[in-house]
T-cell receptor, first 117, second 112 residues
Framework: DGGITQSPKYLFRKEGQNVTLSCEQNLNHDAMYWYRQDPGQGLRLIYYSQIVNDFQKGDIAEGYSVSREKKESFPLTVTSAQKNPTAFYLC????????????????FGEGSRLTVL | SQQGEEDPQALSIQEGENATMNCSYKTSINNLQWYRQNSGRGLVHLILIRSNEREKHSGRLRVTLDTSKKSSSLLITASRAADTASYFCATDATDSSYKLIFGSGTRLLVRP
């Protein structure tokens, strides 16, 4: 089945450690996104990529890094510079959304919950 | 920065009643989308309305868009307990490359 797979579902990190969250899609979408969600809050954009080997910072990129070496994959690294990383992380993909016939809807994974011990 | 703000933040209704959620945004948009999130899960797309549209229907969902007021509303008719979830609006701003900025969400509880 086509979709987006995030792993791991739950992750625990000690302070000072970097961790990498995986996001893979088989929808043949050009664009991929990482969002952060805190309890009871909306989604905030961390990074997004509209094409392979290119990505842009979102509203809260500090303390995070990404790569886009393959169309299917957009891993997110939460670095030790991120002071408050405990949150629910959501990956999404879409067609680029502004070409004729595209809906531009986002397809989301099931999320990764990161807890700092 | 949050582009959209939903109102109310929380809504509790009886099964069978209608639920209305509102979204306000700040900048000019290409389109506005509504998403649903069950607790602890990813978001699911519900409906998209483009800036040149005023109203759109999909099943029990009705979305309106007023670009002069920079606002949208989502109406769920004849609600069911299974509609219990958080609902978010998301906007594609005209002054940016394609990305969606989400609002803070409305938590809907439908009581059986």
């Amino acid at each position: 089945d086509g979709g987006i797979t995030q792993s791991p579902k739950y992750l625990f990190r000690k302070e000072g450690q970097n961790v990498t969250l995986s996001c893979e899609q088989n929808l043949n979408h050009d664009a991929m996104y990482w969002y952060r969600q805190d309890p009871g809050q909306g989604l905030r954009l961390i990074y997004y990529s509209q094409i392979v080997n290119d990505f842009q910072k979102g509203d809260i990129a500090e303390g995070y890094s990404v790569s886009r070496e393959k169309k299917e994959s957009f891993p997110l690294t939460v670095t030790s510079a991120q002071k408050n990383p405990t949150a629910f992380y959501l990956c999404a993909s879409s067609s680029r959304g502004r070409r004729v016939g595209e809906t531009g809807e986002l397809f989301f994974g099931e999320g990764s919950r990161l807890t700092v011990l | 920065s949050q582009q959209g703000e939903e109102d109310p933040q929380a809504l509790s209704i009886q099964e069978g009643e209608n639920a209305t959620m509102n979204c306000s945004y700040k900048t000019s948009i290409n389109n506005l989308q509504w998403y649903r999130q069950n607790s602890g899960r990813g978001l699911v797309h519900l409906i998209l309305i483009r800036s040149n549209e005023r109203e759109k229907h999909s099943g029990r969902l009705r979305v309106t868009l007023d670009t002069s007021k920079k606002s949208s509303s989502l109406l769920i008719t004849a609600s069911r307990a299974a509609d219990t979830a958080s609902y978010f609006c998301a906007t594609d701003a005209t002054d940016s490359s394609y990305k969606l900025i989400f609002g803070s969400g409305t938590r809907l509880l439908v009581r059986p």
